[in-house]
């Protein structure tokens, strides 16, 4: 079993849809992420995650709306997107937000979103 | 501002032969650490190795190797004797040291390494 499961692999999602992402971790770790990648643009990080509290919005839109129910279960609700947000979307984890003095990110295989 | 240039987008290379990726950094801060992560075709980005910026030591793990020049802001990584296994996008990432960091790694554009049989 995978550190970092991401579901589903894929998905394709009318502007007008409502979805959600799902990343489930089985590292015993306390922080979570959501990175965006886009084609042709570093990754972006979208929100972080600490003990089940946002500890980061880095300027997302509110179309995109996380959810970290627990320490192993981070989701991403998605809602009116528009074509520019295709993208694979990777959800990572760690043991803490401290800076990675002794672990570093732990990324799942991440979700392929188009948006149609 | 922090930034991470990886100025070879693509590198294509024959099986077995030698093949160093660039990284460049640019930041204020006199304690980071600097990242190197592997993204097979799978999508997974998959942790090679971190290294602080107190410590200049290169590092060598098997076929890999690491060079960080602090004089030059570079994070140079060199994989010997290539193999088909090795294709992926490798990309280059840059994370503040300080207590206020919540896990924002500042990532490179990537190279995507193509070793051919």
Sequence with gaps: ?116 | AQKVTQAQTEISVVEKEDVTLDCVYETRDTTYYLFWYKQPPSGELVFLIRRNSFDEQNEISGRYSWNFQKSTSSFNFTITASQVVDSAVYFCALSEGGSSNTGKLIFGQGTTLQVKP
């Excluded at chain 1, 502007?15 to 084609?39: D, F, I, P, V």
């Excluded at chain 1, 760690?94 to 672990?103: A, L």
């Design chain 1, 1 to 116: 079993e995978t550190g970092v499961t991401q579901t589903p692999r894929h998905l394709v999602m009318g502007m007008t849809n409502k979805k959600s992402l799902k990343c489930e971790q089985h590292l015993g770790h306390n922080a979570m992420y959501w990175y965006k990648q886009s084609a042709k643009k570093p990754l972006e990080l979208m929100f972080v995650y600490s003990l089940e509290e946002r500890v980061e919005n880095n300027s997302v839109p509110s179309r995109f709306s996380p959810e970290c129910p627990n320490s192993s279960h981070l989701f991403l609700h998605l809602h009116t997107l528009q074509p520019e947000d295709s993208a694979l979307y990777l959800c990572a984890s760690s043991p803490s937000t401290e800076p990675f003095r002794d672990s570093p990110l732990h990324f799942g295989n991440g979700t392929r979103l188009t948006v149609t």
